[in-house]
């Protein structure tokens, strides 16, 4: 490892221009002629539309263009998709309802777009907005998904009958029914997985500029995936065919899935810019996001595990409902099914398991994958379940999880997933060590003596990653495949541009995939510069999510890595007059092994494009492409031990610790890794005490800003125990497992168990607010 | 309308502005200062945090007639040509930021929490203090750790410059 080569603490190229105010956000996009957009929202959950008057607000000052979902519908532009298909065990195909990117006969939610002012400035574009009268017939709304299927429920779309979208299982019934048939001991649970609003700091934004000259659109969007944007708008929406459309994602201001998906507004402003001629900017502010932005998790679960008396795991049974909102989001519909399910079996041995997940239409925004994307809701019912039958076995969680943990592999569980590296009990001895699990009597007591409850909780959590081998996604239901791409071109002096699919909107790819080249070539890393985010620039890409940028992005780059070096070698021995297969890199210039005859790299490049003195046949230039699709998911694993103190007079809980101990194969940086960590933990904690989205019966949304929905801040954290071990992932050439969503799958359920311990009551909800933990610790008094 | 004059980062400037204009719009899109952010609408994220007359104030509680006559810093302002300011480098080093886009307003409020405890700072204070600003992706941890060195590098060099005076 050289000092900025793979494993290096690396400091990052891209912090430069974002300290001092540089980076470049879509809100910071101008565009000359640059007009500015506001939506015209539902403030109905559900509702008719009878009539909708847009000339007052067309005569108001500054206004360009107000515009409707009939002129779009007129206009060819089509309804917003859900790209992955599940069937029912039935055998039916999920139901999915039309989402008009403007709604013109009904809308369906707080929030649902059904006009779009376009105005010289935003505050006349709000203006203009507020004058739009649209008459409504109200209609009853639900938002809770258990009452959704309820006789005499609304109907929210007519392609669903009772508000079913899918009924889907998993795994083996009968085999599941027989391993509980010989049950020792069977635990079982009730477990909602509160739903959650992601919360990026840098609202979604979108910039359509049509250029008639062209007839060419380009869009500036706060996107994950800008490639997959553009493939979606083209392939379904008809905005434009894919060679008249370029999609550029700049700076990113944070995503945890919710930018992966296609919204209505990127769509609409592209066509409103070649409806009105100039380009059209709409920036939503935060209420806009709280109401609009994928909603993640709200699953209630009921689950059933059987022992044996040896307190080994002979079955898992779990009944799942999802609500998945108003319209099925782009990915809503493998987020509680294959990136849900498939993980039922954390880190344990289980013979036998059978899940049934019934996805369920509400009167509420719609809810698709947020950081760790059903694997967190996996992790949550596998971990609380755990923790609980330790509790009624009278056994060491600690013990009865290691009792059970998968320890030979590759371990194909019942559920699909084949585990292909790890060591469970080497996270678990870690974190049990770095936290002094054993001295935790001691601390209970010194907290009992300032009249505090102390607790510990720990989880282990799996999760699948690296998502995915195209061909098992296909076979799935994903309408796409999830391959990355890569471009490496040398330049004539030897500087380097890596082109990626990836898209960074936080994670510091422009450091560690610099860190891949340098490592690999010894060019110094401010001598390689990352190219992403831009589908005229970079051919195709899948793009950032589920924690795929490392073992699939940057082994594509490898793959194009590994061309360039075959080729770079064969010019090298050329010019060294030497055999190809005795060339090494080293310090930035290609040896002939053994001797002092070298080539610097630089000039190799000059070489390749000088073409004056090249192998026969041998095209000029240095630059190579690859497509890498990955062989399976990558599995990282780890356990996290939190420690509480909860203040019994007011329910106020501290985390006094916090400890995570993951396996990530292996790291490019660990800086950024620990980085990653710690945002995934505090999103976790956040799920486990503070965050909750919350809907009236009537679907009003009741935390659509800070000041309802409470925001994990500095003063609500402690600083982290991080350590990670590092079993290399046998899948990809680099051993990469990834990092990005550990923190947020493992976290919640290691709090619920450290509250539920301290308190000595295993009832409670999240966000275990200080008023949730008070009651819950009143209810265990009572009893 | 109405005329705004401006102090900003040493610069005078000038411009006229709706009365409705917030500061953070003033300095975004008449000045093109884009390096301050608007991430909520209730004064809670702290994205827009800039100096006015020397203290920390949300840009966006603040109209841009109000801030007439006053003299603002904002992130643009903060390095000395091509050197960072010590929170700054010390957010670089600490890996104190990672989409970047809450990172102005902490910087601005870091400097500002620094300059008001020349006795130095602790983690507990820290996070305190951090209280109107939001971030997603650190889990603070890197930024309390930045915020702490920044802390102590200042004191350092005031205390070096106050030898050598």
Not at chain 1, 436 to 446: L, N, V
Not at chain 1, 563 to 585: F, N, Q
Not at chain 1, 728 to 743: R, S, V, W
Request: charged fraction near 20%; glycine fraction near 10%.
């Amino acid at each position: 490892m050289g000092i900025e080569g793979v494993g290096a603490r690396v400091a990052r190229k891209e912090d430069k221009r974002f300290i001092t105010g540089a980076g470049r956000y879509v809100d910071d996009m101008v565009v000359p002629g640059m007009k500015h957009a506001a939506f015209v929202r539902s403030p109905h959950a559900h509702a008719q539309i009878k009539k909708i008057d847009v000339k007052k607000a067309q005569g108001m000052p500054g206004v360009i263009g107000v515009l409707t979902g009939k002129e779009l519908k007129a206009d060819g532009i089509g309804n917003l998709i859900c790209g992955w298909m599940i069937h029912s065990k039935d055998g039916s195909p999920m139901k999915m309802g039309a989402w008009s990117p403007l709604a013109f006969d009904r809308v369906r939610y707080v929030g649902d777009a059904v006009v779009i002012v376009v105005a010289e400035t935003k505050g006349q574009a709000r203006d203009a907005a507020e004058a739009v009268e649209i008459t409504y017939k109200e209609l009853k709304a639900v938002v809770d998904a258990s009452k959704a299927m309820d006789k005499g429920a609304p109907q929210i779309h007519p392609e669903a009958d009772n508000n079913l979208i899918f009924d889907w299982d998993i795994g083996n019934a009968d085999d599941t029914a027989a391993a509980f048939g010989k049950a020792a001991h069977v635990v079982k649970m009730d477990i909602i997985n509160n739903r959650l609003v992601p919360n990026a700091m840098e609202p979604r934004a979108a910039l359509g500029h049509y250029d008639k000259a062209e007839d060419h659109y380009t869009c500036w969007t706060t996107s994950q995936n800008p490639h997959v944007a553009r493939l979606v708008m083209s392939a379904f929406y008809n905005v434009a065919p894919e060679n008249k459309l370029r999609v550029i994602a700049p700076d990113v201001g944070g995503g945890f899935g919710s930018k992966i998906y296609i919204y209505p507004e990127e769509i609409v402003c592209l066509w409103a810019s070649k409806k009105t001629g100039v380009p059209v900017k709409w920036v939503a502010d935060r209420t806009e996001s709280f109401l609009t932005d994928a909603h993640g998790r709200d699953h209630h679960t009921h689950a059933e595990m059987a022992f044996d008396k040896d307190h080994r795991i002979l079955g898992l049974k779990v009944e799942t409902q999802a609500n998945l909102g108003a319209y099925m989001s782009l990915f809503s519909s493998a987020t509680p099914t294959y990136l849900y399910a498939t993980l039922l079996s954390g880190q344990y041995n289980i013979p036998a398991i059978h899940a049934n997940v019934k996805a369920i239409y509400t009167n509420t925004a719609p809810v698709d994958a947020y950081r760790g994307a059903g694997r967190p809701e996996a992790t949550f019912v596998m971990e609380r379940m755990m923790e609980t039958a330790a509790r009624q076995f009278g056994v060491s969680p600690a013990e009865l999880r290691r009792k059970n943990f998968v320890t030979a592999f590759p371990h194909q569980t019942p559920v699909i997933m084949c585990y292909d590296a790890g060591d469970y009990a080497a996270s678990l001895d870690a974190a049990m060590q770095a936290s002094d699990y054993a001295g935790f009597a001691k601390r209970k007591a010194a907290a009992a003596n300032k009249g505090l409850l102390r607790g510990i909780g720990m989880s282990c959590y799996i999760e699948a990653c690296g998502i995915a081998p195209s061909a098992a996604v296909g076979s799935l239901g994903a309408g796409v495949g999830l391959w990355e791409s890569a471009e490496v071109r040398v330049n004539a002096v030897g500087t380097i541009e890596v082109l990626t699919g990836s898209h960074s909107h936080g994670q510091g790819h422009e450091t560690t995939f610099a860190q891949l080249v340098n490592e690999r070539f010894g060019v110094p890393i401010d001598s390689v510069s990352i190219v992403h985010g831009d589908t005229d620039k970079v051919q195709m890409g899948m793009g950032t999510y589920g924690s795929r940028s490392g073992a699939v992005g940057m082994s594509a780059i490898v793959k194009a890595l590994d061309k360039v070096e075959a080729k770079a070698k064969k010019i090298a021995a050329h010019l060294l007059e030497a055999d190809e297969g005795d060339i090494i890199i080293e310090n930035g210039a290609l040896k002939v092994a053994g001797t002092d005859k070298n080539v610097p790299w630089f000039q190799m490049a000059l070489a390749a494009y000088t073409a004056h003195n090249l192998p026969g046949g041998m095209e000029p230039g240095l630059k190579e492409t690859a497509f890498y699709d990955p062989s399976n998911f990558t599995f990282p694993a780890g356990c996290y031990i939190c420690e509480v103190e909860v203040d019994p007079e007011t329910g106020v809980t501290e985390i006094v610790q916090f400890v995570a101990a993951d396996d990530f194969g292996n790291i490019i940086n660990p800086m950024i890794v620990e980085g990653q960590v710690h945002g995934g933990l505090a999103q976790g904690i956040g799920q486990a005490l503070l965050e909750g989205a919350h809907y009236d019966n009537s679907g009003q949304l009741l935390t659509a800003s800070y000041m309802d929905y409470t925001m994990p801040r500095a003063g609500d954290l402690p600083s982290f125990k991080v350590s990670t071990s590092n079993t290399p992932c046998p899948g990809n050439p680099l051993g990469i497992k990834g990092c990005g969503e550990a923190g947020a799958i493992g976290s919640p359920p290691a709090v619920i168990n450290a509250i539920t311990d301290a308190i000595g009551s295993n009832d409670l909800a999240m966000p275990a607010s200080p008023s949730t933990v008070w009651a819950a610790i009143r209810a265990a008094t009572k009893h | 309308m109405s005329d705004v004059s401006l102090m900003v980062n040493g610069k005078r400037v000038s411009g006229a502005a709706e009365d409705r204009t917030l500061l953070v719009h003033f300095l975004r899109e008449n000045l093109g200062l884009t390096g301050t952010h608007v991430g909520c609408d209730t004064s809670q994220c702290g994205a827009c945090v800039v100096h006015v007359d020397g203290k920390a104030v949300k840009s966006c509680t603040m109209l841009a007639v109000q801030a007439s006559g006053s003299t603002v810093l904002t992130i643009e302002g903060l390095a000395n040509g091509a050197d960072l300011h010590p929170v700054q480098a010390a957010f670089k080093e600490h890996h104190g930021l990672q989409c970047g886009f809450c990172t102005p307003g902490m910087i601005m409020t870091a400097t500002d929490m620094i300059s008001r405890h020349p006795e130095g700072l602790d983690e507990a204070t820290v996070r305190a203090e951090l209280d109107g600003n939001i971030c997603r992706c650190t889990g603070y941890h890197n930024i309390v750790k930045a915020i702490l060195a920044a802390s102590k590098t200042m004191k350092g060099s005031k205390g070096k410059a106050k030898q050598a005076a």
